[in-house]
């Protein structure tokens, strides 16, 4: 049996997406669909069963959780709303539950996969490099950030990391997104603006670097990330990796990607930076790849083609992952 936490979520879903391409139906499904609309990524998904985050969070801390056949973990439940005040929740939900997931896993010799995040690198002074040993010069922007942050110190600082693996998502976007709301992708909020007014918004430059609409990111399409997330299910490589395209993209380039999808031009609006958010903001990410292609080496979709794909054949059709 293969465990996945989100597994309702943007990645988790895809993640069981693609077991179930590679004939993979011995699945259980771990999340907390709550009032959101995560539910609709299952309905073509094919898994055992299906059971809430904190039914499964008991049941694994009173032994009910039987170790035996179980062939990995793929925990890749959090809390991914960058903007979260609550830092107790956090702290509970993205730190003291992956705590209580790997030990369970290590000590019962289960593979154990994990969703880490590019925002423990905060502005990205220290570089975007997956040094476990440069783990604590880092200083995360955000809360969530920090959490994610501290579950890699507590790996690394009780010697996990050379048996369990960790990913530091960039920014992933596709399929099944829909019901992050705020946290959406700039794709599919892209996508809704344009349909609904023939224009895009984007966030004018605070920063006498960077142009408006030339701040980068590294943008990775979610098929892209769980292709790397599952190299690891298959390999025995260990430790903290970056998971990213390796290039830097300009904010223009990809909602402009986002209207040749469409057959439009591109018509893009700039406007303030909403005070909430200048002093967390990232101007630019790129993920250094060079630990990961070490032992594998991703065939990655381009920017415009992930775009179109995305856009022409979810977006547009409103078709999740499996239909």
């Known amino acids: 049996m293969y465990i996945v936490t989100g597994g309702a979520g943007l990645i988790g879903s895809a993640v069981v997406w693609?077991?179930?391409?590679?004939?993979?139906?011995?699945?259980?499904?771990?999340?907390?669909l709550g009032h959101s609309g995560k539910w609709r990524n299952l309905r073509s998904l094919k898994f055992q069963d299906y059971m809430e985050k904190d039914v499964f969070r008991k049941a694994v801390s009173e032994n009910r959780i039987k170790a035996k056949g179980i062939k990995a973990i793929i925990h890749m439940g959090a809390c991914s709303k960058t903007t979260e005040q609550d830092a107790g929740y956090l702290i509970d939900n993205n730190y003291n539950y992956s705590r209580e997931l790997a030990g369970f896993a290590v000590s019962?010799?289960?593979r154990f996969l994990y969703a880490s995040s590019a925002a423990t690198y905060g502005d990205g002074a220290k570089g975007y490099i997956d040094d476990e040993s440069s783990l604590d010069a880092l200083r995360p922007l955000n809360m969530y950030g920090y959490s994610k942050h501290m579950f890699d110190l507590w790996a690394r600082n009780n010697g996990l990391l050379d048996r369990i693996a960790g990913f530091k998502f960039t920014n992933i976007y596709g399929p099944n997104e829909w019901h992050k709301e705020d946290m959406r992708s700039v794709v599919c909020k892209a996508y809704e603006q344009i349909a609904a007014t023939g224009k895009v918004q984007l966030f004018k430059s605070c920063h006498p670097d960077y142009k408006d609409g030339e701040q980068k990111r590294d943008f990775l399409y979610v098929k892209d990330a769980v292709d790397m997330v599952l190299y690891f299910l298959d390999s025995k490589e260990s430790g903290l990796f970056n998971v990213g395209s390796g290039q830097a993209e300009t904010w223009k380039s990809l909602v402009t990607a986002i209207f040749a999808a469409l057959n439009r031009k591109p018509n893009i609006e700039y406007v303030?930076?909403?005070?909430?958010?200048?002093?967390?903001?990232?101007?630019?990410?790129?993920?250094?790849?060079?630990?990961?292609?070490?032992?594998?080496?991703?065939?990655?979709?381009?920017?415009k083609d992930a775009v179109k794909d995305y856009v022409r054949n979810y977006l547009v059709t409103g078709r999740h992952l499996g239909d």
């Open 108 to 110: 019962n010799k289960i």
């Open 272 to 303: 303030k930076m909403p005070e909430c958010l200048k002093s967390s903001y990232q101007y630019y990410t790129k993920a250094e790849m060079w630990k990961l292609r070490r032992f594998h080496s991703p065939q990655l979709t381009p920017l």
């Open 18 to 32: 693609e077991l179930n391409n590679r004939g993979l139906k011995d699945i259980l499904v771990v999340d907390h």
